[in-house]
């Protein structure tokens, strides 16, 4: 394992206290947390009498078919945790009949389409009629409980449908990114094992098409056991192609089922989704959540961290490709009976001021995307962002990759007013939701920091190499965390040893998040990035692994290295390195041809940024490529390179080095 955190400590930074008119509102409900000793009281309940704290938090939250007699079992140390395993609850039903039953013309979607002007709101009782009905379809295609689906959809509100009518079944959907190539799509498609895959005639994006349906047909030509194609009509282009009986309209096959199906009843321990995700190695992992541990640290954390009240406006950016979507788009809205925003389009359609326009023309609340957004939409200047009423907002949050303090504080200034709290929330795929954050209304904000854990985490700092925990404040290391809480993955698709040994052998008796991390003086967590090999770009994990594979898949390419390098606008770029077979020479047409192929292989989102095409990769002796070199080389450190004693052919440096100056 390298660690490429680094062992400085955050210097004395600002510190910013909640703003008092959201600590003491008037004319509006009480902040749920308002004070740091609230905070701290809750928070020591959920770690010393965990069994009494969520109890309350998970009958206050959900509502259970059949109550549980116990909260938890298992251990880290042997991976074998659950949570209220003989509860029974449908996760549909707590999300839709609850709210639909009460009030049905609560708005549960407020979907924004990609051209503006043209927002829908899907209410509770709607979503319920549109969710038994496509529940009914499955069931006519035989689908029955623990079946997988897979779903490829653009950013509509029928994306949500289809992940509420598998939970309304007990079905498992897998949700895949829909800028994800064929190849990566089939991929995912054969690992789960789905039957039927649900997506789009198109999608729509700034205005271009995104061809869903081309791609899945592409990808199933390798999946020959999918039996069918649930197609929603988007944009309508004719020219899509469609061949019965595999393919399937959803508006036909909606159209002959009744707007009822009884929800089914399932384990509070049975999955709810499968979700792929970059780790290590080549191969992406499909990350295991379950029905009720998840979806109540999805709601719970959101009510918590966004101040989640009656008649808020929830608005997340994120797809619903990613666990961003999953639990702040879909599950944490909906467990709460909320009103959430689907956003079909980007930031920059039709200019700088769409996110703008949208908090002013639906009100909105609360607001969430990621630092990458806020740098660019930084740079289009502050006028886009003024020139819109912005008054309704409360808090606005981060998430996805460490936030600058640059960018904290133009998002604290000009887009909260100076009068919202900003929350920066780490979490990941495998966390199901919120792990360390600030409480909107309790916690002073330092720009950088992610600031305290959420209830029921118990954080630990390691030594990298000892596994030692590191005590007291002042201290750098990997972040682990000390005992499982509800919305922890259970496991890998296919591959529990996987699991082990990603997130639970590397250290016995803590889940090691991959991240490094330190502790400052008063005892606020600060996130470095990761310490393996996984790269964030533009708040998307990739494995270099991954894209080392896509490169070695051309012709021409006899290795590659993929690292990441510093970017002021996504965080971090793909850099690969790239040497070549003999007989292959270095041509401008070649390496568009090997970018071409990371972008067939996994999708627009690997391209990388940088490909150089050198004549030796730093190797040891023994042949093991040294990517810490590269690393140190493309972050502008090659004064820094270390101990070098491994190096096969320290010669190859300069070269190396001159390379790299001319290309970034
Ligand atoms: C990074 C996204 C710093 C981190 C929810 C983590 C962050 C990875 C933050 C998970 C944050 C996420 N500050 N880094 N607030 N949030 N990360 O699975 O490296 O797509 O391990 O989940 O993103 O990415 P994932």
Redesign the pocket.
């Known amino acids: 394992m390298t660690t490429t955190t680094t062992d400085e400590q955050p210097t004395s930074v600002a510190v910013y206290p909640p703003h008092p008119r959201l600590v003491n509102p008037e004319g509006r409900e009480k902040p749920w947390v308002s004070s740091m000793a609230e905070y701290e009281a809750l928070y020591k309940e959920s770690i010393e009498e965990p069994s009494r704290f969520w109890t309350r938090m998970a009958n206050e939250t959900l509502s259970w078919d059949r109550p549980f007699s116990q909260v938890s079992q298992g251990s880290l140390k042997d991976g074998d945790m659950a949570w209220f395993p003989d509860g029974r609850l449908n996760v549909a039903y707590n999300c839709v009949d609850r709210w639909a039953s009460k009030d049905p013309s609560r708005v549960a979607f407020l979907y924004e389409a990609d051209e503006p002007g043209q927002a829908t709101k899907v209410t509770y009782g709607e979503l319920l009629a549109q969710v038994c009905s496509l529940a009914n379809v499955l069931t006519s295609f035989g689908l029955r409980k623990g079946e997988t689906v897979a779903i490829y959809m653009p950013m509509i509100p029928e994306a949500a449908v289809a992940m509420l009518a598998c939970a309304r079944l007990g079905l498992v959907h897998t949700v895949v990114f829909a800028g994800f190539s064929s190849s990566s799509l089939a991929e995912r498609v054969a690992d789960a094992r789905a039957r039927v895959v649900i997506t789009a005639d198109e999608g729509l994006r700034g205005g271009r098409p995104i061809r869903t349906k081309a791609i899945v047909d592409e990808a199933l030509k390798s999946c020959p056991d999918v039996e069918k194609v649930l197609v929603f009509r988007r944009t309508g282009n004719e020219s899509v192609s469609f061949s019965a009986p595999r393919d399937v309209w959803w508006h036909e096959a909606v159209a002959a089922q009744r707007p009822y199906c009884p929800p089914v009843p399932v384990s509070a321990e049975d999955p709810l989704f499968l979700l792929y ?1 970059s780790g290590s190695t080549g191969k992406p992992k499909g990350v295991v959540h379950t029905s009720g541990g998840y979806l109540l640290g999805a709601g719970l954390t959101l009510k918590y961290v966004f101040d989640i009240h009656d008649g808020d406006v929830f608005c997340c950016t994120a797809d619903i490709g ?3 979507g999953h ?1 702040y788009v879909v599950y944490g809205p909906l467990a709460l009976g909320a009103t959430s925003v689907i956003f079909e389009s980007v930031p920059t359609y039709p200019d700088a001021s769409r996110y703008w326009r949208l908090v002013e023309e639906h009100k909105i609340t609360q607001f969430y995307t990621a ?1 990458t957004a806020i740098r660019a939409l930084r740079r289009h200047g502050d006028d886009f962002v003024t020139r819109c009423d912005l008054s309704s907002l409360r808090v606005i949050g ?6 600058n303090p640059e960018a904290w504080s133009w998002y604290n200034e000009v887009v909260g007013g100076s009068r919202c709290a900003v929350v ?8 199901g939701s919120h792990v ?2 600030p409480l909107p209304c309790a916690t002073p904000a330092k720009p950088g920091s ?1 600031t305290f854990p959420f209830f029921g985490v118990e954080l630990a700092i390691l030594d990298p190499t000892t596994g030692v925990e590191l005590e007291g404040d002042d201290v750098s290391g990997v972040l682990a965390i000390k005992r499982p809480w509800p919305s922890m993955a259970r496991t890998i698709a296919g591959d529990h040893k996987r699991f082990l040994d990603t997130y639970l052998n590397p250290y016995p008796g803590y889940y090691f ?3 490094g991390a330190s502790r400052d003086a008063d005892g606020y967590y600060w ?1 470095r ?2 310490v393996d090999d ?1 790269i ?1 770009v533009s ?3 990739m494995s270099t692994a991954e894209v080392e594979s896509a490169l070695i898949g051309h012709k021409a390419v006899a290795e590659s290295a993929v690292v990441g390098a510093p970017d002021e606008l996504t965080g971090q770029a793909i850099c690969a390195f790239v040497t070549l077979k003999d007989g292959f020479e270095t041509t401008d047409v070649l390496k568009g041809e090997l970018v071409k192929e990371v972008r067939t292989r996994i999708g627009p989102i690997a391209t990388p940024k940088t490909l150089i095409l050198v004549d030796e990769l730093p190797k040891t002796r023994s042949g093991k490529i040294i990517r810490r070199i590269l690393r140190k080389v493309v972050a502008g450190e090659a004064d820094q390179l270390g101990d070098l004693s491994t190096l096969s052919d320290p010669s190859i440096l300069d070269v190396l080095i001159t390379k790299v100056a001319a290309a970034l």
């Open positions: 995700t990613w666990i961003t639990s630092p981060s998430v996805g990759e460490p936030i920066d929330t780490y979490w990941q795929t495998e966390t360390i954050t992610a998040a991959g991240d996130i990035g990761r996984v964030n708040g998307h994990r």
